[in-house]
């Protein structure tokens, strides 16, 4: 869930600032070379909130089905790594393009 809220976080910091700019204006107005930075921040924050909520519902899933074996299959070890791995997942799909 912490993971969630960073990505969600981010989102309304990073993203939606300069996104409010550009529909004030109809325009970019900000420097050209921040626009790509931005379009792959843009994708990393969502992507991240994405897969953050098909982890979410995943662990969810795990915990329904086999509520005794969970804390056997879902360690803390666990759970960082898939984590870790849902934002280099998103980092590589949004800053790799550019």
């Known amino acids: 869930l912490v993971s969630l809220f ?3 976080l981010m989102v309304g910091l990073v993203v939606m600032p300069p996104a409010m700019l550009n529909q004030l204006y109809g325009r970019w107005v900000l420097r050209g070379d921040f ?6 921040f843009d994708v990393m924050c969502c992507s991240a909130s994405i897969l953050n909520l098909c982890l979410i519902s995943l662990d969810r899933y795990l915990l329904i089905i086999s509520p005794l074996r969970y804390k056997l299959r879902m360690t803390s070890c ?10 280099t997942l998103a980092a590589l799909a949004s800053f790799l393009p550019i």
């Open 6 to 8: 960073m990505s969600d």
């Open 35 to 40: 626009c790509s930075l931005w379009y792959s």
């Open 78 to 87: 666990r759970a960082l790594w898939l984590i870790l791995a849902t934002w």
